[in-house]
């Protein structure tokens, strides 16, 4: 069993051991009175950007403060090819577990969309709301898989700049199973060494012929997965997990 990773605010690289670190707040109750860490165990804390350094407890005071002996501060490389994913907003609490295996996965980047066949809306407060749930359950997800560097959740995005993003992108594929639309297989695309490549996960109610078009015209092609049809809240991962082996990424 690999340590536990826990987030803490800045982590910046010294090349040498930093010695005493405490951890307090959320965190360090959540080491001390949750998981019951005590001195001789191993944790490895993160800022979730990349930044990392293991560190071995050495005492645990009150219910939430864990003194930590922590090694030099470590980077990890960002991934190449990055793979972002364009999730459109599911229905109820779907939005927090595609975030949530997406992110156990290995995605980098997710992005949610206002499609227009969504049932579900973003809107002001609830829309923040919902947002900050997002990036909520990609953190917790990221600390269970024991990543360092935790996908970026973005605000939510418009058709139109969708259609831009994938314009930008080295690959971009719309996840579409319709086999009369000449959809193709995504196991056998053809996929850049770098670059970023995007998938887009269209709602329940699949992606309209507008949306495609748009999305066609900016370089994006259709694919499938294989002959079942996956929920929106699966898609992403099983398509991310596609990527990650093809790439060399799970190697």
Same mark, same amino acid.
């Given at each position: 069993?690999?340590?536990?990773?826990?987030?803490?605010?800045?982590l910046?690289?010294?090349?040498?051991?930093?010695g005493? %670190?405490?951890?307090?707040?959320?965190e360090?109750?959540?080491?001390?009175?949750?998981?019951?860490?005590?001195?001789?165990?191993e944790?490895? !804390?993160t800022?979730?950007?990349?930044? @990392?350094?293991?560190?071995?407890?050495?005492?645990?005071?009150?219910?939430?403060?864990?003194?930590?002996? !922590?090694?030099?501060v470590?980077?990890?490389?960002?991934?190449?090819?990055?793979?972002?994913?364009?999730?459109?907003?599911p229905?109820?609490?779907?939005?927090?577990?595609? /975030?949530?295996?997406?992110?156990?996965?290995? /995605?980098?980047?997710?992005?949610? @969309?206002?499609?227009?066949?969504?049932?579900?809306?973003?809107?002001?407060?609830?829309?923040?709301?919902a947002?900050?749930? @997002?990036?909520?359950?990609?953190?917790e997800?990221?600390?269970?898989?024991?990543? /360092?560097?935790?996908?970026?959740?973005t605000?939510?995005?418009?058709?139109?700049?969708?259609?831009?993003?994938l314009?930008?992108?080295?690959?971009?594929?719309?996840?579409?199973?319709?086999?009369? %639309?000449?959809?193709?297989?995504?196991?056998?695309?053809?996929l850049p060494?770098?670059?970023?490549?995007? !998938?887009?996960?269209?709602?329940?109610?699949?992606?309209?012929p507008?949306?495609?078009?748009?999305?066609?015209?900016?370089?994006?092609?259709? %694919?499938?997965?294989?002959?079942?049809?996956l929920?929106?809240?699966?898609?992403g991962?099983?398509?991310?997990?596609l990527?990650?082996?093809?790439?060399?990424? @799970?190697?």
């Amino acid at each position: 069993m690999t340590a536990p990773v826990f987030v803490v605010d800045t982590l910046e690289p010294t090349g040498a051991p930093r010695g005493p %670190y405490v951890l307090d707040g959320p965190e360090g109750r959540h080491a001390v009175s949750v998981k019951r860490l005590r001195p001789g165990e191993e944790v490895v !804390l993160t800022d979730g950007l990349g930044h @990392w350094a293991e560190g071995v407890v050495t005492a645990a005071e009150g219910k939430d403060r864990l003194v930590v002996d !922590l090694g030099a501060v470590a980077e990890e490389p960002a991934p190449r090819p990055t793979i972002t994913v364009v999730q459109a907003l599911p229905k109820g609490d779907r939005g927090e577990l595609a /975030v949530e295996t997406m992110t156990e996965t290995g /995605v980098d980047r997710i992005v949610p @969309w206002a499609a227009s066949r969504c049932i579900t809306q973003w809107k002001g407060e609830r829309g923040a709301k919902a947002l900050g749930k @997002w990036r909520a359950t990609a953190r917790e997800a990221g600390k269970q898989s024991r990543r /360092v560097r935790f996908p970026e959740v973005t605000e939510a995005a418009t058709t139109k700049q969708v259609a831009g993003l994938l314009a930008e992108a080295a690959f971009a594929a719309v996840l579409h199973e319709d086999r009369d %639309y000449g959809s193709r297989p995504l196991a056998t695309a053809e996929l850049p060494a770098d670059g970023d490549l995007v !998938l887009v996960v269209g709602p329940e109610g699949g992606v309209s012929p507008e949306e495609l078009a748009l999305f066609e015209a900016a370089g994006a092609s259709a %694919y499938r997965l294989g002959r079942s049809v996956l929920r929106t809240s699966t898609a992403g991962t099983a398509a991310t997990a596609l990527l990650l082996g093809r790439t060399g990424r @799970w190697s």
